[in-house]
């Protein structure tokens, strides 16, 4: 079945580099994404990756795919108090369906 | 370019009453969906329309919940009746296609079963 898993929390300093893991379990998958959610707010997509590509970089934000062992990873450079929220991986198939981990909070400290 | 636009933000009912949430998406988008947030949770698909035909209602819970897109645009997606474990919040989401990378999501009504 289809089924995405991430750790729950991560907390960072200012000016550090987070690392935000995530592993999934359907192969067919089309599109891996990254969504930033803060409280009370909806879902923005900072990044996706389509599946044959196995690195995508934007600005501060990095995407590395490891199609074998099915593990997404979204690196945050130079992080800022601004990051703080909660982070949802998510992969699609060819319908456009998403299935969405259960998100990972992300606390950076001053 | 408007996102998507959701109402109400909040709603508070007591359970066995009925609700009706709104969704206009972005102009021109065919593929609109309807997610459920659970607290602590991510959010799971309830529905997918491509214009006015359903695509995927697989995850909907048929015998309170339904949704309609009748002119292929806007959506409303009730609850009749509303149990306690229907609190979370409702977010609404379009994309071009449904086989489009992007998906875009509306800020979410958040409704408070009691």
């Known amino acids: 079945g289809e089924d995405v898993e991430q750790s729950l929390f991560l907390s960072v300093r200012e000016g550090d580099s987070s690392v935000i893991n995530c592993t999934y379990t359907d192969s067919s998958s089309t599109y891996l994404y990254w969504y930033k959610q803060e409280p009370g707010a909806g879902l923005q997509l900072l990044t996706y990756?389509?599946?044959?590509?196995d690195m995508k970089q934007d600005q501060r934000l990095t995407v590395l795919l490891n199609k074998k062992d099915k593990h997404l990873s979204l690196r945050i450079a130079d992080t800022q108090t601004g990051d703080s929220a909660i982070y949802f991986c998510a992969e699609s198939n060819q319908g456009g369906k998403l299935i969405f981990g259960q998100g990972t909070e992300l606390s950076v400290k001053p | 370019e408007a996102g998507v636009a959701q109402s109400p933000r909040y709603k508070i009912i007591e359970k066995r009453q009925s609700v009706a949430f709104w969704c206009n998406p972005i102009?021109?988008?065919?593929?609109l969906y309807w997610y459920q947030q659970i607290l602590g949770q991510g959010p799971k698909l309830l529905i997918q329309?491509?214009?006015?035909?359903?695509?995927?209602d697989s995850q909907l819970p048929k015998d309170r919940f339904s949704a309609e897109r009748l002119k292929g645009v806007d959506s409303t997606l009730k609850i009749q009746p509303a149990k306690l474990e229907d609190s979370a919040v409702y977010l609404c989401a379009s994309s071009l296609e449904g086989t489009s990378a992007e998906q875009f999501f509306g800020p979410g009504t958040r409704l408070t079963v009691l």
């Open positions: 102009s021109g988008h065919a593929t």
């Open positions: 990756i389509f599946s044959n590509m």
């Open positions: 329309f491509q214009n006015n035909g359903v695509v995927d």
